[in-house]
């Protein structure tokens, strides 16, 4: 299994993924640290936790307008979208296991 240390906000965080994926994980973190750097922007230093949660959510809306955009497309081809559902639970597995670490820290 693979492993990698990623920092979100200033603060690494290892995180555990197939072996091979850990570019990928990198380059996820990186799009979440974006994230809460525009946040912390915005509302300033609110605790990792909250920060976390709030990117969470800002990045569950980013997917759900790209359904939404995705869905729209296909309707006017006349099929519907088969959304990769395992997809967001991995997402969903990886952000539990950063707020875990969060929480521990």
């Known amino acids: 299994m693979g492993q990698v240390t990623v920092t979100v906000n200033g603060h690494p965080y290892q995180v555990g993924c197939d072996d091979g994926e850990e570019a990928h994980v990198e380059y996820l973190a990186e799009y979440v640290g974006k994230r809460v750097a525009e946040l912390t922007a915005s509302v ?3 605790g990792e936790a909250r920060l976390l ?13 790209l359904y939404d955009r995705m869905e729209a497309a296909e309707k006017q081809d006349g099929q519907m979208p088969q959304p990769d559902f395992s997809a967001l639970a991995g997402l969903a597995d990886r952000l539990e296991s950063v707020a875990d ?4 820290a």
């Not at 990117?55 to 980013?62: E, F, K, R, V």
């Not at 670490?101 to 521990?104: D, N």
């Open 44 to 46: 300033g230093q609110v």
């Open 53 to 65: 949660l709030l990117a969470a959510l800002l990045i569950a809306d980013d997917l759900s307008g």
């Open 101 to 104: 670490q969060i929480e521990k």
